[in-house]
Nanobody
Framework: QVQLVESGGGSVQAGGSLRLSCAAP????????MAWSRQVPGKEREAVAT???????NYADSVKGRFTISKDNAKSTLYLQMNSLTPEDTAMYLC??????????????WGQGTQITVSS
């Protein structure tokens, strides 16, 4: 069982920034694609950003140009830099480890999530 632990969540005003981290001690990041998703109660989980083993990244249209996914393989840590936050970004953010399938990172393990609340 892979342990994924998110941190960095909190409350911020619109226009602000936050940086999320996802630590996975012992996980060989270089073997897997990694992703961030977000969940709002009553809505489907939304894929936010993905990074593949070769460094290729994908973003949801709603966050392009504002969010940046990155990883440190040596530290087994995934990051999500979020800028220009809006109230619509309010959600629980979860990181996932996955395997690529036809250009999609299919999640296999999820963290518990970290809450982001953006006030107007």
């Amino acid at each position: 069982q892979v342990q994924l632990v998110e941190s960095g969540g909190g409350s911020v005003q619109a226009g602000g920034s936050l940086r999320l981290s996802c630590a996975a001690p012992g996980l060989m990041f270089s073997w897997y694609c990694m992703a961030w998703s977000r969940q709002v109660p009553g809505k489907e989980r939304e894929a936010v950003a993905t990074i593949f083993t070769d460094g290729t990244t994908n973003y949801a249209d709603s966050v392009k140009g504002r969010f940046t996914i990155s990883k440190d393989n040596a530290k087994s840590t995934l990051y999500l830099q979020m800028n220009s936050l809006t109230p619509e970004d309010t959600a629980m953010y979860l990181c996932a480890r996955g395997r690529p399938l036809d250009g999609v990172c299919v999640a296999a393990d999820w963290g518990q999530g970290t809450q982001i609340t953006v006030s107007s």
